[in-house]
């Protein structure tokens, strides 16, 4: 079966730079989430996306933005990378977005800000 | 707001035992509640979902078991193998709340041959 894809799976980048995180969720599903995970950390929900639109904001950073394309595929942009950017991104999608419909994580994509 | 506790932090077990591993959180008005596997700088891998109204799921080596009223939920391992080494980690969603699951920050698992 189809799974959750994320691109690229590991980026280093400097400090100051800006990164482009890609998700492509799992065909039919609408609704996408994005996490971080630190280094010892539980995922952090960092926003998501149902039908192209925005529906939830966690605690993602104003140098980050996100948005999900017309094929439902979504990105993360992330500018003015800091060191504490190092980190684990993980993309989720769902068919819907009630608590009902369960949230498959993709492999995540390890971003080293250097 | 909904807290998700996971004891022991880090657990080391010879190969063949039985494990217990413990997800307890705050508000027990949850939806439903998932184990997940994090293999060391991998991806979450789904386990047992188990819906509010069910007290088990079980899947293979693995049973998982929820009581809301006590705001636990336990994951049992028989068995145990080396394969089974990873981080396990569970998270539950509130019912009529925020879709967005609230993690715990893991059991982190060391099967030895």
């Known amino acids: 079966a189809a799974g959750v894809i994320q691109s690229p799976r590991h980026l280093i980048k400097e400090k100051r730079e800006t990164a482009t995180l890609k998700c492509y969720p799992i065909?039919?599903?609408?609704?996408v989430y994005w996490y971080q995970q630190g280094p010892g950390q539980d995922p952090q929900f960092l926003i998501s996306?149902?039908?192209?639109?925005?529906?939830d904001k966690g605690s993602i950073p104003d140098r980050f933005s996100a948005q999900q394309f017309s094929d439902y595929h979504s990105e993360l942009n992330m500018s003015s990378l800091e060191l504490g950017d190092s980190a684990l991104y993980f993309c989720?999608?769902?068919?819907?977005?009630?608590?009902?419909?369960?949230?498959?994580f993709g492999p995540g994509t390890r971003l080293t800000v250097l | 707001k909904q807290e998700v506790t996971q004891i022991p932090a880090a657990l080391s077990v010879p190969e063949g035992e039985n494990l217990v591993l413990n997800c307890s959180f705050t508000?027990?008005?949850?939806?439903?509640l998932q184990w997940f596997r994090q293999d060391p700088g991998k991806g979450l891998t789904s386990l047992l979902l188990?819906?509010?109204?069910?007290r088990e799921q079980t899947s293979g080596r693995l049973n998982a078991s929820l009581d809301k009223s006590s705001g636990r939920s336990t994951l049992y391992i028989a068995a145990s193998q080396p394969g089974d080494s990873a981080t396990y980690l569970c998270?539950?969603?509130?019912?009529?709340?925020?879709?967005?699951?609230?993690f715990g920050r893991g059991t982190s698992l060391i099967v030895h041959p």
């Open positions: 508000d027990s008005a949850i939806y439903n």
């Open positions: 188990i819906q509010s109204s069910q």
């Open positions: 996306f149902y039908e192209k639109m925005q529906s």
């Open positions: 065909p039919r599903h609408d609704t």
């Open positions: 989720a999608s769902s068919l819907g977005l009630t608590s009902y419909n369960e949230q498959f």
């Open positions: 998270a539950v969603r509130v019912a009529g709340g925020s879709y967005i699951p609230t």
